[in-house]
């Protein structure tokens, strides 16, 4: 059983609009959520932490969470050519101090 | 500034082969971790170790060990490599307590041929 899960995509958006990506987790035990933005042969980097529910603002990202529907989001306004990379969620359930994450949503921005 | 790195970028062994792949740390952080990442299957925790001498498995340990003698140092070993241990391998750190991020390495593309 998959903790954590997002839709593969590959989704693609044109330069300038906004990009969703989404990702649902199973356990209700998840303390915290991350996203990290990954390009093509390189490691993960963080973008943006979340705990509370509600929305979390950090420049042109936004950060989602609703825990009653165990659900996380991040929207990318104003897309741009560099944000094409593979993003993955990450929940931590604190307790057991380890990260669960999602296979990764691939992202095309379009010039 | 924060800094995790592993030993090697690219790696080629022959089946049967024993591997180490190394990690350090330079945050004092408690918690280690390895991952492979193959597509399509994302990352996927091999084993980790929240302290000196301590650790856990993960989702597929089988075939792999670790050591970890010291905090900033984590090892991960492929006992006899196999083929389908072609993979990038990326090591991790995060502090004890909750709600902090895990720090990934540069990554191992390890191929055993």
């Known amino acids: 059983q998959k903790e954590v899960e997002q839709n593969s995509g590959p989704l693609s958006v044109p330069e300038g609009a906004i990009a969703s990506l989404n990702c649902t987790y199973s356990d209700r035990g998840s303390q915290s959520f991350f996203w990290y933005r990954q390009y093509s042969g390189k490691s993960p980097e963080l973008i943006m932490f979340i705990y509370s529910n509600g929305d979390k603002e950090d420049g042109r990202f936004t950060a989602q969470l609703n825990k009653a529907s165990q659900y996380v989001s991040l929207l990318i306004r104003d897309s741009q050519p560099s944000d094409s990379a593979t993003y993955l969620c990450a929940v931590n359930l604190y307790t057991g101090n380890q990260f669960y994450f999602g296979t990764g949503t691939s992202l095309t921005v379009i010039p | 500034d924060v800094k995790v790195t592993q030993s090697s970028r690219y790696l080629v062994k022959r089946t049967g082969e024993k591997v180490f792949l190394e990690c350090v740390q330079d945050?004092?952080?408690?918690?280690m971790f390895w991952y492979r990442q193959d597509p399509g299957l994302g990352l996927r925790l091999i084993y980790f170790s929240y302290d000196v001498k301590m650790k856990e498995k993960g989702d597929i340990p089988e075939g792999y060990s670790v050591s970890r003698e010291k905090k900033e140092r984590f090892s991960l070993i492929l006992e006899s490599a196999s083929t389908n241990q072609t993979s990038m391998y990326l090591c991790?750190?995060?502090?004890?307590?909750?709600?902090?991020?895990?720090?990934f390495g540069q990554g191992t593309r390890l191929t055993v041929v």
């Open positions: 991790a750190s995060s502090l004890v307590q909750g709600n902090t991020e895990a720090f």
């Open positions: 945050m004092d952080h408690e918690n």
